[in-house]
């Protein structure tokens, strides 16, 4: 199981950190990730870290956002930066055994995810 949280209110420009802490099955050597969807849109990739810490990141939060995990308490952050308008939506966290970093981008190869947090940024 996931349990995204960390979601809220803030002003353009300020920061929010969220949280995914996994328990159960989910190994703690599962690539983990984060995607969004915006209002009325889509869902999309936001970022991935795999167990020994590589990252990727969407074009449009790269400098923005950090991603990182703590793997003795089975827990990863997003922790984000200089937030847009465009950056408000529903944030999911999932995580899955993604194996190659060709995959990490793409939804269907995460094979458990959280309820969502939203994260709403006001101008």
């Known amino acids: 199981q996931l349990q995204a949280s960390g979601g809220g209110l803030v002003q353009a420009g300020g920061s929010l950190r969220l949280s995914c802490a996994a328990s159960?099955?989910?190994?703690?050597?599962?690539?983990m990730g984060w995607f969004r969807r915006p209002p009325g849109k889509e869902r999309e990739f936001v970022s991935a870290?795999?167990?020994?810490?590589?990252?990727r990141y969407s074009d449009s939060v790269k400098g923005r956002f950090t991603i990182s995990r703590d793997n003795a308490k089975n827990t990863m952050y997003l922790q984000m930066n200089s937030l847009k308008r465009d950056d408000t939506a529903v944030y999911y966290c999932?995580?899955?055994?993604?194996?190659?970093?060709?995959?990490?981008?793409?939804?269907?190869?995460?094979?458990?995810w959280g309820q969502g947090t939203l994260v709403t940024v006001s101008s």
């Open positions: 999932a995580a899955g055994p993604i194996s190659s970093n060709s995959m990490l981008s793409y939804a269907r190869y995460y094979a458990h």
């Open positions: 159960g099955r989910t190994s703690s050597r599962n690539t």
């Open positions: 870290i795999n167990w020994s810490g590589g990252t």
